[in-house]
């Protein structure tokens, strides 16, 4: 038995390392598969999801009171521009997730005045627009997300045309 | 068995178990939050960077893209007011006073934190969609089968579920004493 001494405390070493690596890596993992679902319009490109059902859910919990519209970014060939329109009188939000997960920025539809705004999202050292508001991250990827609240389902159809109005790209010249 | 072999062993051992262990820890969802109000769980760590790393996963596993408590409160419930794991196949008695929010909806969610198909296609209740009876206050039926009359909110027939209550831009009392904020109350009425 003492020669499963050393063998065992080695095992509960790698089992408490192997559980902290998981522990960090998840965040990470569910953020690709969000990524990977919600990016299926293009990366850097807004995209105006349907409505959350038990057929549509792309992410764990999805709210069926909002309408998601959703920039998978990747900041790898430069700056991310996103141009926001509110919906007059109606909660929306823009919120910016890095590749952990952590929420980078967040401004809804009061703190905006009800106007449209445009944020920058990069990279330290990115060269950006001057004078533009900017949001740096510690990532090239994450998520970009409006949300825009429903008062029922049908809804949306009158306010689809103004959502389409926000949109994200990559900014390719510094002005 | 020679040394090596029992190293090997523990090797594999260790890797499994660890990461078991980190699955298992991280499955509890936002219904186990720090802060408790009645049935109701949530945390104030949510969508911030100062979340722990376990806090952090365990949302990513359960409410990926969760905003801060600045901008929204997600409080779970997986019991009514006594305690018994929701049922879909009873009827309970949700109700209480506007919520101090800009907004707010319930959800139901099966164990998993996803909708479940329902005939009638409803799965949240809001603030907008529930009238205010003499006495200031809403109620609403969560219930397999449509109540005779009142808000309904279809449970899911056959399996437990979970609720999640939302609250959009929460008030500033409500952010600086959670576990003493005026929640609905859930209320089982039979089965």
Known sequence: ?175 | MKSWHRYAITLVGGIAVGLGGAWGLTRGGLGDGAIRNGPWTTSLGYGTKATDPLTRAMVARSGLLALPAKETLYWMARTDASGARLDGNCRYRLSGKPLDARWWSVTVYDAKGYLVANAANIWSVNGASVPLDDKGEWHVTIAPDRPADGAWLPGIKGQPFDLTLRMYNPGAGVRAGPSAAALPAIVKEGC
């Open chain 1, 1 to 175: 038995m003492r020669r499963w001494i050393g063998p065992l405390a080695f095992g509960l070493i790698v089992a408490l390392a192997a559980g902290y690596a998981a522990i960090a890596a998840i965040p990470y993992g569910m953020m690709k598969i969000a990524m990977d679902r919600l990016g299926r319009g293009g990366i850097n490109q807004m995209s105006q999801g349907p409505l959350a059902t038990p057929a549509r859910q792309p992410v764990v919990r999805p709210s069926p009171d909002l309408a998601y519209s959703s920039c998978p970014f990747d900041l790898a060939a430069g700056p991310l521009e996103i141009m926001v329109v509110p919906v007059p009188g109606r909660y929306s939000s823009l919120s910016i997730f890095d590749a952990a997960t952590d929420v980078a920025f967040v401004r809804n539809d009061v703190e905006a005045g009800g106007k449209p705004y445009r944020i920058i999202v990069a990279r330290e050292g990115q060269v950006v627009p001057p004078g533009a508001e900017v949001v740096r991250v510690g990532h090239d990827r994450g998520i970009a997300l409006i949300r825009l609240l429903l008062k029922n389902p049908a809804e949306i159809g009158s306010l689809d045309a103004i959502r389409r109005q926000s949109t994200c790209r990559t900014v390719t010249k510094s002005k």
